[in-house]
């Protein structure tokens, strides 16, 4: 009997119940067979959804037209976009060949009414080629947009795995100011006191960095407990601000709030 069917054999019995390696091999299960081993490995949360869970009588037989979908989308978070999958008739596996890893290749910005060739952008390039790439991509160019003031825009990335193409289409719409913050009232808490943590004015041009930087002044100072910055968008583009803050403890004296 070959090496090969005695595994198999021994997986059916669950004699193994692991991933099991041979050569260049990868037996993951009864039902799944790769040709050559993935990086980073399926993990044991995945290995679920194809091998299925013995000791939970819903998740004991997985339908093979699942297993094929569950292994297309899991490879294509790690960057491989053009495998194979042959349903082998005697052992009833899916013999996976995973193919080449695809990489990134060329990122291009179009319709930025500013230069967004930062390190961030440059350093994806090489990249394996997933789908998290693609939301670093449009990530970065919103968070740099709004850096430079423009609130509200609209990215759209697409992603072209034939190629290692990334494209990120811009409509920036208008440059903003800040407008009024709005925020909850706190007991115990001046809206006042919050404000001083502010480094920008009404109407002074926006800048998501001072966002952020009234955000870790307003956390070190105690006065509440957490608080960060939301940006909402309208339907025409104007753009407002709500500093959503969260209290917690008891009110100490200045306006300041003790925790326990």
Same mark, same amino acid.
């Given at each position: 009997m070959s090496r090969s069917r005695t595994i198999f054999l021994l997986l059916t019995l669950g004699i193994f119940p692991t991933v099991f390696v041979c050569a260049e091999e990868v037996i993951l299960c009864a039902k799944v067979r790769f040709t050559e081993q993935v990086t980073p490995s399926l993990t044991d949360e995945e290995l679920v959804f194809l091998c299925g869970d013995p000791n939970v009588p819903e998740w004991k037989d997985i339908p093979s037209k699942q297993i094929s979908a569950h292994l297309q989308s899991f490879l294509q978070t790690r960057g491989y976009h053009a495998p194979t999958f042959v349903a082998d008739p005697k052992t009833q596996q899916w013999v996976v060949t995973p193919g080449k890893r695809t990489l990134v290749e060329d990122v291009k910005v179009t319709g930025s009414p500013i230069e967004l060739h930062t390190d961030q952008l440059r350093n994806i390039k090489g990249q394996p080629f997933t789908p998290q790439i693609l939301e670093t991509v +449009? @990530?970065? &160019? *919103? +968070?740099?947009? *709004?850096? @430079?003031?423009? /609130?509200? #825009?609209? =990215? %759209? &990335? %697409?992603?072209? #795995? +034939? %190629?290692? /193409? =990334? *494209? /990120?289409? &811009?409509? @920036?719409?208008?440059?903003? =100011?800040f407008p009024d913050i709005t925020r909850e009232e706190i007991p115990g808490v001046h809206s006042d006191v919050l404000k001083r943590y502010q480094p920008f004015n009404t109407g002074d041009p926006f800048n998501s960095n001072l966002l952020s930087l009234a955000r870790s002044r307003t956390s070190s100072s105690n006065t509440v407990f957490s608080n960060y910055f939301a940006i909402r968008c309208a339907k025409d583009r104007s753009s407002s601000i709500q500093h959503n803050l969260v209290s917690g403890g008891a009110p100490c004296p200045f306006g300041f709030w003790c925790k326990f």
């Open positions: +449009e @990530s970065e &160019v *919103r +968070e740099r947009l *709004r850096i @430079s003031g423009y /609130a509200c #825009p609209i =990215v %759209t &990335v %697409t992603g072209y #795995p +034939e %190629t290692g /193409a =990334v *494209r /990120a289409d &811009v409509d @920036s719409g208008m440059s903003h =100011v």
